[in-house]
């Protein structure tokens, strides 16, 4: 369903729908939104890091050849961002994004922080 600037001014009764979402920016994250793969078997896994940094996001790269092999893999997440954090996927979780699934893993801590990993072949 299409939401006109018009429907939603009226839907909000008249508040300004900049005021509305104005709240929604200025934060130290923004969300990683990638639509992902139909399945890992063509191509590589979707990815997405909470509480990622706006200006030096982390980045965590899955491959679809490491999902068929299945061997438990620590990953470095570092991306732009200047500290790095490390996932560890086991082969249990490999199993599961095998068979479509998603699997969540938080990452090491550092600079007092972490991030929880999102992987998804569905």
Known sequence: MKITRRALFQLVGGTSAV???GGCSGGSSTPDIDAP???CSVGNASCTIKDNHVHSPHVLEVTSAEIAAGV????????AATHN????VTAADFA??????TVMIQSTVEICH?????????
């Open 72 to 79: 438990e893999k620590v990953y470095d997440i570092m991306g």
């Open 19 to 21: 005021a509305i979402l």
């Open 85 to 88: 954090h490390q996932v560890t």
């Open 114 to 122: 972490s991030h929880l990993c999102t992987i998804s072949c569905a």
């Open 37 to 39: 793969p139909a399945n």
């Open 96 to 101: 599961t994004l095998a068979g479509g699934g």
